[in-house]
C-alpha cells in the first residue's frame, strides 16, 4: 500500500468518525422544546395579561370621575373575559391559521390540532397562542378609553367582539400570519405598533366621534378622580410592557434583553419630555402627564423594540413624548373631539410615530434590517404604506360595524344614566 493511499483511507476514516461525532451531538432543532425560550414565554403571557388586569383596569379607572369608576374598570374585565373566548373560538385561526395574504383560515377553530405535543418553533403551540391572546385582549380594552362614562355596556361588548374578528384578527394576520401581505412585503412591527397601537387608536377615534361628547364636556369638571389608581395602573402597565416588547423575540436570547432595554430608554425618555413641556407650557408638570408620557413612550418603542439600539431608542422616546403631549394637549381640543381617556393621541400617534422612526433608526445588526441611518430610504416607504393600509381598514371597518351595532342595539345610555354615572345606572353599584 502505497503512503499517499494510506493516507487517503486514514483521512477518510477520520472525517467517518467526525460525521459520527456531529450526530452524538446535534444542533437544537426548529421544532425541539426549549425550556429556557418556554418559560420566559409563559412568563411574558402573564406579564402582557398583567397589562389589561389590572395595568388598564386601574389606569382608565383612575382618570374617570368617582361616579363611572366601576363601570370602567369592569369594561376591562369583561373585555378579558370576552377577548379570551373569541381568541379560543376563531380569533386564533383567522389570525395564524393559514398562509393566505388577507387572512388565515379556519384550519384551528376551536384551538383544533393544538395539544400539548403541538409546536411553534422552540415553544408550545398553546403557549405561543396564549401569549397572542394577550395581545388580542389588551386591543380591544384600550378602545375602551375613548367611549368611557358614557357608552352602553351590552352595546360596547357586541361591538367589541365582531370587531376582534373582523378587525384585529385579519390585522394581526397582515403583519405576523403566515403569507401575510404587510409582513411579506418588509413592513417592520416587532411587537404591535399597527396591529396593537395605530389599530385601537384609530378605532378608539371613529368611535369617539360617532358617538360624541360627553354630557358638560367643556362646560363641566370632568377631571380625574382618583390619580393614585392612575399611577399604580401605569407602573403595571410599564412593567408588563417588557412581556409585550421582549417576549415578541419568542425566545429568551440576545435580541430579547436588547428589546427590553430600548423599552425601558424610550419609555423614561418620553415621560421625561412630556413633564418639562408640560412644565414649560402650563408651569407645573403633573402627575397624569409623567405617567402620559411613558405609556407614549413604551407605545412607540414597540413596533421598533426588536430592530434599534440604545441611541435610537432614546430619540424615539423622546420625539414620542413631545409628539403626544402636543395631541392630547393641542390637537384634540383644537378639532373638539371628545376621546375621553386620550386614546387616539396617546396610542394612535404615538403609534404612528413608532412605526416611522422604526424605518429610521432600524439596525441591520439588531432585526436584519436596516433603516434610513444605514442607506436604506425605501424602509420609510414601506412603513409608511403598513400606516396608511391600517389607518384605513380600521377606520372603515370600524366605522361599519359601531353603526350596524348601534343600528340594532343603541349606543349611549340615557341622559339621566349618564349624569346619574354608569356604575349605579348600569351595575347597581357604586364606591361610595
Known sequence: MSYLSLTARIGGAAAIAAAFCTVAEPALAADELNSGDTAWMLTSSLLVLLMTIPGVALFYGGMVRKKNVLATIMQSFAVCCMATVVWMIIGYSLAFSGEGPIVGDLGQIFLKGIGVGSMSGTIPESVF???????AIITPALITGAVAERIKFSSLMVFLAIWLVVVYAPICHWVWGGGGFLGNAGVLDFAGGTVVHINSGVAALVLCLVLGKRVGYGRENLAPHNLVLTVIGAALLWVGWFGFNAGSELAADGNAGMAMAVTQIAAASAALAWMFAEWMMRGKPSVLGIASGAIAGLVAITPAAGFVLPGGA????????????FAVMWLKHKLGYDDALDVFGVHGIGGIIGAVLTGVFAVEAVGGTPGLLEGNSGQIGLQLYG??????YSAIATFILIKLVGAVMGLRVEEDEEREGLDISLHGESIA
Do not use: K
Not at 129 to 135: K, S
Not at 387 to 392: F, R
Open 129 to 135: 397562542m396564549m401569549f397572542q391572546m394577550t395581545f
Open 387 to 392: 400606516i396608511g393600509v391600517t389607518i384605513a
Open 314 to 325: 432614546l430619540v424615539l422616546g423622546l420625539l414620542a413624548g413631545l409628539g403626544c403631549f
